[in-house]
């Protein structure tokens, strides 16, 4: 594999190219910014590993969703932001402003969503295992809409509603049985993964004409999400087609008329430049997909659905930066390792998905030679490098590194592995620098300990 090029700087040619913040620059100093907030003074008030989010670039995401919407689909649509890819209280009160749905997928989503004044009614709850008391607390806050994965849980809503005197709008979720070109871990809708009802042996079908006899149910919309980080449209038009086959038949059995259709999200991002050729924007995607559901409704006599797109990575990933500082440098046999004071801990991504990323040198421009090096944490464990074979200028401890494309599936997915605190995370707008989520704390580490009332005997001498 080639090594990771930390090309292109801003500074280079003044154009953020396709992974870093629409923001990004270098200033007179040489110092790379955000926001015009250059990134070294960020981390001297806030410490590092620190993580960045610039509000005009998710801006410009939302707004490339919503307009090629509007523009590509002349029935109702919605881009939701689903959640996991980050949430925090700022970006749900951020996706409320801006007008976007939001997708949850447990308690924990739902209740900082809500806590930041997330309208309910503009929430989607997906997931494979929701438990009762995630339902009871879904129904009770008025989610929009349960995404059902499968025909147990159809009873389970169906009661919980009609205990509380409601009739709960639902989706079915639908495993269309698509190949998609993406890492293993991330394909979820082919024959075999454990989300959604099945389609080719019927038993979607049967979940969505039983679902039609529930009181505390309105089925009223078909889902279907078949990955993520993909790069083509033809495995999601293909579903597409599937979904609304079924929604003819349920018509023609039934008499249903499918008011709402969400395609899932998964469109993907470059995380290394090169990574952004041949890649579609998001507008075409959204083009491709809206032109797809018209001409397949048109095929089957269907009116126009609700179109409901869900996208967590290409929203976030792009409007995010890591920020780390260098601690060593050392040479082990023929390698170079840079030692950073973050990875696996606050990113898993190259561990679990054989992730790449580049990045560069925050704090100063340096003129010197680039070498090849890894860039490693601190972490006890060997497969704890952030970039595996990267070519960076000379790097003295105390330098900084910003990692771009890191706003998705990072700090979402961070631990506490070695006990590490997870990072703080700062909001930048052109005028102002917010501290939206402060480093954990050890007080906070030790909160959760409750070994006191325990009785060992003595302690040994
Ligand atoms: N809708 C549903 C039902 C989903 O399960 C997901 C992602 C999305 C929408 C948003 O997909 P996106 O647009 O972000 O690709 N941890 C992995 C990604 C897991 C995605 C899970 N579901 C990673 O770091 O690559």
């Given amino acids: ?118 309208p309910a009614a503009r929430i989607h709850f997906h997931g494979n295992n929701k438990t009762p008391a995630e339902l009871t607390a879904a129904l009770a806050a008025g989610v929009g809409r349960i995404v059902v994965d499968h025909a147990a849980e159809l009873a389970t809503v169906d009661a919980l509603a009609r205990a509380q005197g409601i009739r709960q709008p639902i989706w079915l979720r639908i495993n269309p049985d698509v190949a998609v070109d993406t890492h293993g871990h991330t394909a979820t809708g082919h024959a075999g993964s454990k989300f959604g009802l099945a389609l080719a042996d019927g038993t979607a079908e049967a979940a969505a004409l039983h679902a039609l006899r529930l009181e505390g ?25 599937r979904l609304l086959d079924l929604a003819a038949r349920l018509r023609d059995r039934a008499g249903w008329r499918l008011a709402e259709l969400s395609p899932g999200g998964g469109w993907a991002v470059p995380y290394l430049e090169e990574q952004a050729a041949g890649l579609p924007a998001i507008g075409a995607y959204v083009t491709t997909v809206a032109q797809e559901v ?59 998905y054989g992730a790449r990323y580049s990045a560069l040198l925050a704090n100063r421009l340096s003129a010197e030679s680039p070498q090849r090096v890894h860039v490693a944490g601190p972490y006890c464990e060997t497969g704890d490098v952030l970039i595996q074979d990267i070519e960076l200028p000379p790097v003295q401890p105390g330098d900084l590194l910003a990692v771009p494309a890191s706003g998705a599936y990072q700090l979402s997915m961070a631990s506490n592995y070695n006990a590490a605190l997870r990072p703080a995370v700062v909001w930048l707008t052109a005028g102002e620098a917010h501290l939206v989520q402060r480093r954990e704390t050890l007080a906070e580490l030790l909160a959760r300990e409750g070994a006191s009332g325990l009785s060992f005997g003595r302690q040994a001498a």
Avoid at 48 to 60: E, S
Avoid at 222 to 239: D, N, V
Avoid at 328 to 336: C, D, E, L, M, Y
């Fill in 217 to 241: 149910i309105e089925l009223c919309g078909l889902h279907c999400h078949i990955g993520s980080q993909f790069r083509a449209t033809e495995p999601l038009t293909l579903a597409v087609q």
């Fill in 294 to 352: 018209i001409a397949g409704c048109r095929q089957r006599d269907l009116p126009l659905p609700k179109l409901a797109l869900e996208p967590g990575r290409s929203l976030a990933a792009r409007a995010g930066v890591a920020l780390y500082r260098v601690g060593a440098v050392k040479r082990s046999g023929a390698v170079t390792y840079l030692f950073i004071d973050g990875g696996l801990a606050d990113n898993p991504r190259p561990a679990l």
């Fill in 1 to 118: 594999m080639a090594p990771v090029t930390a090309a292109p700087d801003p500074l280079a040619d003044q154009m953020p190219g396709q992974i870093w913040p629409l923001t990004a620059t270098r200033d007179g100093a040489g110092r790379l910014c955000l926001a015009g907030h250059a990134l070294s003074d960020l981390a001297a008030t806030h410490g590092t590993p620190l993580y960045l989010y610039d509000q005009t670039t998710l801006d410009g995401m939302a707004a490339a969703y919503q307009q090629a919407l509007a523009a590509a689909y002349p029935a109702a649509s919605e881009a939701a932001y689903a959640a996991k890819a980050w949430l925090s209280t700022a970006m749900a009160r951020w996706a409320a402003a801006r007008g976007l749905g939001l997708d949850v997928v447990s308690a924990g989503e739902l209740a900082i969503a809500l806590h930041g004044g997330f």
